[in-house]
């Protein structure tokens, strides 16, 4: 989605039209492709049925499959062709009146205008800082604020960069994880590009060479995962991730529902774990809804350029409330709403750099603007999250990036997370260091001497450790004492370069009382007591007779031990109060054991 003010005075008279509602794209001509008609039918048993209610339908207007669910990979999914004859609107209103219909809707166009070329800026305006961080070495790389603001200041002090070199500190990315770049295709051949891209496929023209001839995919993909220091051009967000190209527009920048569909599909056949779609329109499509709700990846989706609240006027697929659906807008390098980008406190998730972002062009380098660019940066940084954490699913991801925003109190009005994506917030979250440990041993009388074990990875420095009785220690692995009964939690927070992790173990060191008052005593007749048990583990005898629960019994054999071994046993067994005799305050104590 790049600025055109083509394509801004052309929204703006159909929104108009609309009374500044939701567009009906059945009512403005030039919005869906001339004659198509795509049509979801309910699972009604067999794709047999389908075939049979399908043709029937189409029989009776004249219409011809143009797509099957072969094809599109959708079960009872077809795209019609419907006569001269008959109008779009009256096919679709034809269509949702049968009742094996689910769906009905015009092949809706998607857009893509060219974006903004700023070519008054050249290599040599920007200079790095030398700063202790991960630098590096292309020579572009200076001239991509989005990734570095040439800002040596602390992190903390509002760059309105994404603070990558921080970032790539922890993780540079992994070749396992696949972004799927659905655009206009990507120029595989480009220098920066090639040794990151994997084979695609071109759903424009039915064939697998997905090359660029629009330009705006392989600026994307430049942002989101060019080679990185290899001595040439610029960085990428996310050095290792692999390109998935996926060409869904034309070169005039054209696509509809059922390219982006087909595209779709393909990414998550081929394994893709994150979507980038840098594009987007005003037109709802509750087939391209389902489909991507039913797709197991992250869809990072640009939000739109042109200035509207899309809380009011919705935006697609970046408005569909989707759990895995990330809303992008643009911001500008004073850590600003850009001028263009859509917003919205529902519906636009964060912000990313999307003003005069230098990238690769076929063949070539260059700066474009819009919420396309902010995208990738977003997609990017997902790639590096999913790096480290293999196992996240998307909605992590997500609540991630939107949880470790740099929040501005400026953009509250703007998105969502009311801030700018920080990809160092977020990967410092998800850091290989892990705080664990264990205690040896975990149980016992008073006085209970306890070792505690390190057992964190990701080299920690610092240790801080709280053992539940108000007690504390930086030492990695401490010995603590335990002087009172009971079960504590123990706390162990683990660092390094300001970076943390905590453990915490519920109740996991239990000390018990010194008191194992009975055992299992003749019973005068040449037998044995049954031996007691301690059922909730308190190291207090509470079933005497050892039939499994408690009761009276248990206080009446209690006692009856305790009259035949004062007869047969040293007083100091019983003696629990030290008295040197056996008298009431032993009972007491006896019964409070008990």
């Known amino acids: 989605m790049s600025v055109s003010w083509v394509f801004r005075a052309c929204m703006l008279f159909m929104l108009m039209l609309s009374s500044w509602g939701a567009v009906s794209a059945a009512d403005v001509s030039g919005t869906y492709e ?73 092949n809706y166009i998607t857009y893509l205008p060219n974006p903004t070329d700023d070519s008054g800026i050249t290599e040599e305006n920007l200079d790095i800082a030398d700063v202790p961080m991960n630098f590096p070495n292309d020579p572009g790389f200076s001239l991509q604020w989005g990734l570095y603001s040439n800002n040596t200041t602390n ?72 080679v990185t220091n290899n001595n040439l051009g610029i960085a990428g967000v996310s050095w290792n991730s692999k390109i998935l190209p996926v060409k869904v527009f034309d070169a005039a920048g054209t696509s509809n529902t059922v390219l982006e569909i087909q595209g779709i599909l393909y990414a998550s056949e081929m394994g893709a774990d994150i979507i980038s779609c840098s594009w987007g329109t005003y037109y709802n499509s509750e087939i391209l809804k389902e489909v991507i709700d039913n797709t197991p990846a992250l869809f990072v989706c640009s939000s739109g350029n042109d200035g509207y609240d899309t809380d009011k006027i919705p935006h697609y697929p970046s408005g569909y409330d989707s759990p895995h659906v990330i809303s992008v807008g643009a911001s500008d390098e004073s850590n600003l709403k850009a001028w263009f980008s859509n917003y919205g406190v529902t519906t636009v998730d964060l912000m990313a750099p999307g003003v005069s972002i230098y990238s690769t062009t076929p063949g070539s380098y260059g700066f474009e603007d819009g919420t396309s660019m902010a995208v990738p940066f977003v997609a990017g940084t997902a790639a590096l999250i999913k790096s480290e954490k293999p196992a996240n699913e998307p909605v992590q991801i997500k609540n991630l990036l939107m949880s470790t925003v740099d929040k501005k109190y400026w953009l509250n009005q703007s998105c969502v997370s009311g801030g700018r994506l920080n990809a160092y917030n977020a990967l410092s979250q998800v850091l290989p260091l892990q705080a664990d440990f264990s205690a040896n041993p975990a149980s016992g009388t008073i006085p209970l001497n306890v070792q505690f074990t390190d057992h964190s990875t990701g080299e920690p420095t610092k240790w801080h450790w709280s053992f539940g009785d108000g007690y504390e220690s930086t030492t990695q692995n401490p010995v603590h004492l335990y002087m009172k009964p009971g079960r504590y939690s123990i706390t162990l927070t683990v660092s390094n370069e300001g970076l943390s992790s905590v453990a915490e173990k519920e109740n996991y060191i239990h000390v018990k009382p010194p008191y194992q008052p009975v055992k299992a005593f003749p019973d005068g007749t040449g037998g044995n007591y049954p031996t007691p048990t301690d059922p909730d583990d308190d190291g207090l005898f509470e079933d005497i007779n050892g039939n499994g629960w408690l009761e009276y019994d248990d206080t009446k054999l209690l006692f009856n031990q305790i009259l035949f071994a004062m007869k047969e046993e040293p007083i100091g067994q019983f003696d629990f109060d030290g008295s040197g005799f056996i008298g009431f305050g032993d009972v007491v104590k006896l019964y409070q054991m008990v």
Request: net charge negative.
């Open 34 to 106: 001339p004659g198509e008609v795509i049509i979801q039918y309910n699972d009604i048993g067999s794709g047999t049925a389908v075939v049979s209610v399908a043709s029937s339908l189409n029989a009776q207007i004249g219409a011809e499959t143009k797509l099957t669910e072969e094809i599109l990979g959708v079960k009872g999914l077809q795209v019609v062709k419907v006569p001269d004859s008959m109008s779009v609107p009256e096919a679709v209103e034809y269509y949702k009146s049968n009742e094996y219909v689910a769906y009905a809707e015009p």
């Open 155 to 226: 992190v903390s002090t509002g760059r309105s960069d994404i603070h990558a070199p921080e970032a790539w500190n922890v993780s540079t990315g992994s070749s396992d994880v696949i972004v799927a770049v659905i655009d206009s295709g990507v120029d595989y051949n480009h220098e920066d590009l090639a040794e990151n891209c994997l084979s695609g496929y071109d759903f424009v023209n039915s064939d697998t060479d997905p090359m660029d001839d629009n330009g705006h995919g392989t600026h994307c993909a430049g942002i989101l995962g060019a």
